[in-house]
């Protein structure tokens, strides 16, 4: 059984993995959301339509940034799982190297036995042989 730190403490980086994946992913919504916003065409802007462009053009890029961003925290979020998952699962690694070691044995144990069936053939070969060649 765990100690009830190390459960805390592996409560708390659950949480802060859950916290870390809906800030990622609520960013990249918002941002992509008012990206389709922003294609809205308006023509009560006070701005001319070639600002307007230029001004649509530069929040869309901000906002595609934002959206990437949230992504690479997305992948860095992914690659701590996996080295979490990796590095403090220790019960399944043991349990891992306990079966090989047990298939290893009975591997080891058959062969063996088949070396020993092999040895007794050959003894019984050569012992004809040397009987046939010194006969």
């Known amino acids: 059984m765990l100690p009830s ?8 980086v659950h949480e802060a993995y859950a916290r870390r994946l809906t800030e990622a992913t609520n960013a990249m919504v918002s941002n992509y959301s008012a990206i389709i916003k922003s294609l809205k065409i308006e023509d009560d802007s006070r701005l001319t339509s070639t600002n307007q462009a230029f001004q649509d053009n530069y929040e869309a890029n901000v906002r595609c940034t934002n959206i990437i961003k949230a992504g690479q925290s997305l992948l860095t979020l992914i690659s701590d799982l996996k080295e979490c998952l990796i590095f403090k699962d220790f019960p399944a ?9 047990d298939l290893l044995e009975q591997n080891k144990d058959m062969m063996n036995s088949e070396v020993d ?4 053939e050959v003894k019984v070969l050569l012992y004809e042989l040397e009987t046939e060649c010194y006969s």
């Open 5 to 12: 730190s190390r459960v805390n403490s592996t409560k708390e």
């Open 93 to 101: 690694i043991n349990q891992n190297l306990s079966n090989q070691k």
């Open 117 to 120: 069936k092999i040895k007794e």
